[in-house]
Nanobody, 115 residues
C-alpha cells in the first residue's frame, strides 16, 4: 500500500507559475514510475508528465516547454513545475505511483488559472 499526498495547488493568473509536490509513504527508490495526471469536470483523466525511477520523462504535448517534472527519490517526492499557465490548464491534478505493478493515486489538488 502506498499513500500519496499532493500539495501546491491554488489560484494563479494567466502566465503565472505554480509548483506541485507529491510525497509518497514509501521510498522513492522503490517506485518505478511516478506521474502527474489532471482531470476537468466531465472529462477523462489525462497524463501530464510521467517520470521513471532513473530518469526518462514524458510529457503531454499540451505542456511541453512549459511544465517540468522532477523526482527527488531520497525525499520520496515528485514535483511539477508549471510555468506560463493558461486557463485551459485549470484542473484537479493527481499524483500516481506505480509500485509492484499496482497504481496508487493521491487525493488531487486543484489548480485554477484565471484569465
Amino acid at each position: 500500500q502506498v499513500q500519496l499526498v499532493e500539495s501546491g495547488g491554488g489560484l494563479v493568473q494567466t502566465g503565472g507559475s505554480l509548483t506541485l509536490s507529491c510525497t509518497a509513504s514509501i521510498s522513492g527508490f522503490s517506485i518505478d514510475v511516478m506521474a502527474w495526471y489532471r482531470q476537468v469536470p466531465g472529462g477523462e483523466r489525462e497524463m501530464v508528465a510521467s517520470l521513471r525511477r532513473w530518469g526518462s520523462t514524458q510529457y503531454a504535448d499540451s505542456v511541453k516547454g512549459r511544465f517540468t517534472g522532477s523526482r527527488d527519490n531520497a525525499k520520496n517526492t515528485l514535483y511539477l513545475r508549471m510555468n506560463s499557465l493558461k486557463p485551459e490548464d485549470s484542473a484537479v491534478y493527481y499524483c500516481k505511483a506505480n509500485f509492484q505493478n499496482e497504481d496508487y493515486w493521491g487525493q488531487g489538488t486543484q489548480v485554477t488559472v484565471s484569465s
